[in-house]
């Protein structure tokens, strides 16, 4: 179907409150539940704090309120949880544009039934690491990170809302051409509207108080009426000039992630001598692969290579020529093989590099369509 763009609104004046815009996600988060559409929902929530973000799987509709609003010091990713425990189960998930391309490739090799799911897409123009995010704060905003109540993405700035009240911003272009800001690969970021999902809710182009959503397929519509019908959403038509300041955005952010892009993968990308270095680093602790939404062979080919070996593990660069083989032409740049590197090891670069050039050969576009990757082979099932 074609798309469709609505403004919606919770009609819950405490979820309004809680929620980041308009709070139609929580609402329709509830609703699915209440109206046993789904057996379960699968979302983000606050541990400890807004730095600690952790995946949050509920039953009971009262306990959805828990998890309003955005986290953006939160790179978490949900897509494989779904794949890996959920797959017996109807659920509603809630899901940054990383996590969709990750759901879409562990559908292709249907580790899940698509029919089960409800995939609530949000717009996403960045994450932040939460201790580094936490360092930059004390440098940048000159405030205590225990005092900010919320963070958000807006008009080019990182902006922190204080206990006090008070808001402080400063301009992301400032903060990234000094090293902070946003996680690199989320730098280089293609994907900001999830068009692989049911419906994709964000503040872009949005009124004051309310989501803008566009509705992408039939699913989404229908889920959308039914809350709407049910009382526990209104919804209004945007003007053409908010669809058009969106459009815009995203064109925006398209073009700065192009500048990244250049820099990351080709002017500033590791030479064979840097690589080899980072290889030397490497202590084998297997964090990358386990954390890779996509590394999805049910036996780990180098574990089974450990085994052969009589337990001695395989070189870094074997261990690494194992998984980019298996794995590169479907990576999704997520970064998390980034992030829990304990050796600070640029891998995301090297994966996602080898992904586009088999996107330029072959026509794969990682996370998106149904086919899977020409190559690809199903013994690795
Ligand atoms: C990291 C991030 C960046 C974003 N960037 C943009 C942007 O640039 N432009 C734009 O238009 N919109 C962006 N959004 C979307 C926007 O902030 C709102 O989430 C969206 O408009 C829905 O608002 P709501 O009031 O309907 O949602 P709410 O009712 O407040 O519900 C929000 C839902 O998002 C879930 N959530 C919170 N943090 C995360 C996370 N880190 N990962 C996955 N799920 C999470 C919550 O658990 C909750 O279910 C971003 C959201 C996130 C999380
Ligand atoms: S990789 Fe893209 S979708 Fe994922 S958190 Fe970063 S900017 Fe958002
Ligand atoms: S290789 Fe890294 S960036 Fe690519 S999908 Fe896996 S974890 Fe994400
Ligand atoms: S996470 Fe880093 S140190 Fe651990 S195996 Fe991967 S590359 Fe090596």
Not at 272 to 280: G, P
Not at 318 to 342: A, W
Request: hydrophobic share 30%.
């Amino acid at each position: 179907m074609d798309s469709e763009f609505l403004e919606i609104k919770s009609k819950d004046d405490e979820v309004c409150k809680l929620g980041e815009c308009g709070g139609s996600v929580t609402s329709i988060l509830k609703y699915l539940l209440e109206s046993k559409l789904v057996d379960k929902v699968l979302t983000i929530g606050k541990y400890d704090d807004i730095y600690d973000g952790v995946p949050v799987l509920i039953e009971n509709p009262k306990d959805v309120n828990k998890t309003a609003g955005s986290l953006h010091c939160a790179p978490t990713m949900i897509g494989d949880l779904v794949s890996k425990f959920l797959n017996d189960f109807k659920v509603g998930v809630v899901v940054k544009p990383c996590d969709s391309m990750a759901l879409n490739e562990l559908e292709k090799r249907k580790r899940f039934d698509r029919d089960n799911l409800y995939i609530i897409g949000l717009n996403c123009g960045g994450t932040l690491m939460p201790h580094p995010a936490q360092k930059m704060f004390e440098l940048f905003y000159d405030v205590n990170p225990e005092d900010i109540l919320k963070e958000e993405i807006d008009k080019g700035q990182i902006i922190i809302e204080l206990k006090d009240g008070t808001e402080k911003g400063v301009k992301i272009d400032d903060l990234e051409d000094k090293g902070w800001g946003r996680r690199e690969n989320c730098q280089r970021c293609e994907i900001m509207i999830p068009r692989n999902t049911d419906l994709v809710c964000g503040n872009w182009g949005a009124d004051d108080g309310w989501t803008f959503v566009e509705i992408i397929t039939e699913k989404g519509k229908e889920l959308i009426q039914a809350g709407i019908k049910a009382g526990v959403i209104e919804s209004k038509s945007p003007k053409q000039e908010q669809i058009e300041k969106r459009a815009k955005l995203e064109k925006i952010m398209i073009n700065l992630m192009k500048k990244f892009e250049t820099k990351h993968l080709e002017t500033e990308y590791p030479s064979l001598e840097e690589w080899d270095k980072y290889w030397n680093r490497c202590i084998e602790c297997y964090g990358c692969r386990d954390v890779c939404p996509i590394c999805w062979c049910r036996e780990c080919e180098i574990e089974k290579l450990n085994k052969e070996n009589h337990s001695k593990s395989p070189d870094p660069l074997t261990f690494q020529g194992v998984k980019l083989s298996h794995m590169s032409y479907s990576c999704i740049n997520c970064g998390q093989c980034d992030d829990v590197c304990p050796m600070e090891i640029p891998l995301s670069k090297l994966f996602y590099k080898l992904q586009k050039k088999y996107r330029k050969k072959t026509g794969y576009n990682a996370g998106f369509g149904e086919e899977l990757p020409p190559l690809y082979s199903p013994e690795m099932e």
